[in-house]
């Protein structure tokens, strides 16, 4: 069935460092992936998308890239804030599923 | 944007009584909520999808009977877990969605944890 894992966390940086969180998949076919951001006490929001390889999400200063050769899609943020201090899941759904099958969370801490 | 809400946000409860737990869209309406269930430092497990006026379509290896969702509105979601045990206490979480252009947008839900005693 379809899977993702991600590297456990939790991730401790100091701000301005360069963010790497990794995450690969498995399923059929050809699905779309996320990556979902949970602040403390929120619920999880969209941090970016992209359907189909080569693509590449972005939004707030993050970018991941669908590597489909890879089966990876990795959240990569050149400088991280304080205030991105959160956890992060990554999600795919297989096409035709409108569920979304997600990875364990990685846990980011951003020190000032 | 788009809000989704559950009450309670956290809930403790004896063993063999039941828990509902409410799964509100706030400002949009929603053709289709999903319930997951989160174990710590796991994913989110999808349990049951629930289409308004419908039956909900459980995941393999949910029991029907002992979770039970009603979707009777475009905005509430309910779950409701029957004879609740121990074994029972985890986050849950929903979400909802709405077809915009044809592309599906999930928004979710803070979460509920729930504790048997």
């Known amino acids: 069935g379809d899977s993702v894992t991600q590297m456990e966390g939790p991730v401790t940086l100091s701000e301005e460092a360069f963010l790497t969180i990794n995450c690969t998949y498995t399923a059929t076919g050809y699905p779309s992936l996320f990556w979902y951001v949970q602040y403390p006490g929120e619920g999880l929001q969209l941090l970016l998308k992209a359907t189909k390889a080569d693509d590449k999400g972005s939004n707030k200063g993050f970018e991941a890239t669908y590597r489909k050769e890879t089966t990876s899609f990795h959240l990569e943020k050149g400088s991280v804030q304080v205030s991105d201090s959160a956890v992060y899941f990554c999600?795919?759904?297989?096409?035709?599923?409108?569920?979304?099958?997600f990875g364990s969370g990685t846990r980011l801490q951003v020190q000032p | 944007g788009a809000v989704v809400s559950q009450h309670p946000s956290w809930v403790i409860c004896k063993s063999g009584t039941s828990v509902k737990i409410e799964c509100r869209s706030l400002d949009f309406q929603a053709t289709t909520m999903f319930w997951y269930r989160q174990f710590p430092k796991q994913s989110l497990m999808l349990m049951a999808t629930?289409?308004?006026?419908?039956?909900?379509?459980?995941e393999q290896g949910v029991e029907k009977d002992k979770f039970l969702i009603n979707h009777a509105s475009l905005t509430l979601s309910t779950l409701t877990v029957t004879s609740a045990h121990p074994e029972d206490s985890s986050f849950y979480i929903c979400s909802a969605t709405t077809s915009s252009g044809g592309t599906d947008t999930q928004y979710f839900g803070p979460g509920t944890r729930l504790t048997v005693l």
């Open positions: 629930s289409n308004e006026g419908s039956k909900a379509t459980y």
């Open positions: 999600a795919l759904r297989r096409a035709g599923r409108r569920a979304l099958t």
